[in-house]
T-cell receptor
Framework: GIQVEQSPPDLILQEGANSTLRCNFS?????LQWFHQNPWGQLINLFY???GTKQNGRLSATTVATERYSLLYISSSQTTDSGVYFC???????????FGDGTTLTVKP | ETGVTQSPTHLIKTRGQQVTLRCSSQ?????VSWYQQALGQGPQFIFQ???????GRGNFPPRFSGLQFPNYSSELNVNALELDDSALYLC?????????????FGPGTRLTVT
């Protein structure tokens, strides 16, 4: 099945710093979503981005489908950005969705 | 708020027992998917239901089964519980049957098997 690798696995930042999270996938995909999982387990939708670039406030994402990767940018990080960030991809031929193992972000005040 | 709710929030069961977890999808969403998330890992796809029929399945044994009802509610049933079934169980709803539609997740049910 499709493989999804996220990097780095862990990231520690000072408040105000910028960061880039990466998601590589091993096959063509029909859907790619970025999520933020809060400490209580809720997955919060950040972006639905099978291709192209989107921005939402301090966050933006780019997916280059032909090169099989997506990037999530966080600018001017805040302590509330802490948590685990997941990308999830869907290849409809495979018939299921696949998550990466996540990047754990810690933002220190 | 995603409009997706799950119950119960937490549950403790004994090995060998059976459990039923419940999910209420966003109104108008015809597709529900279930995931298992073990500690420190990403969610693993269990199966998907569209208009009350199973529409895709991950690598989970048949003792994991589901039901979807016309009122946008659904159930995940797990028989003969094993210790490794301890995990956070998440449901996600999406508008239509296409797997590539955007998914919206509930808050999860944390199951502990002792």
């Amino acid at each position: 099945g499709i493989q999804v690798e996220q990097s780095p696995p862990d990231l520690i930042l000072q408040e105000g710093a910028n960061s880039t999270l990466r998601c590589n996938f091993s096959d063509s995909v029909n859907n790619l979503q970025w999520f933020h999982q809060n400490p209580w387990g809720q997955l919060i939708n950040l972006f639905y981005i099978p291709s192209g670039t989107k921005q939402n406030g301090r966050l933006s994402a780019t997916t280059v489908a032909t090169e099989r990767y997506s990037l999530l940018y966080i600018s001017s990080s805040q302590t509330t950005d802490s948590g685990v960030y997941f990308c999830a991809v869907i290849n409809t031929n495979a018939g299921k969705s696949t998550f990466g193992d996540g990047t754990t972000l810690t933002v220190k005040p | 708020e995603t409009g997706v709710t799950q119950s119960p929030t937490h549950l403790i069961k004994t090995r060998g027992q059976q459990v039923t977890l419940r999910c209420s999808s966003q109104s108008g969403h015809n597709t529900v998917s279930w995931y298992q998330q073990a500690l420190g890992q990403g969610p693993q796809f269990i199966f998907q239901y569209y208009r009350e029929e199973e529409n895709g399945r991950g690598n989970f044994p048949p003792r994991f089964s589901g039901l979807q009802f016309p009122n946008y509610s659904s159930e995940l049933n797990v028989n003969a519980l094993e210790l490794d079934d301890s995990a956070l169980y998440l449901c996600a709803s999406s508008l239509e049957v296409r797997l590539e539609d955007e998914q919206y997740f509930g808050p999860g049910t944390r199951l502990t098997v002792t």
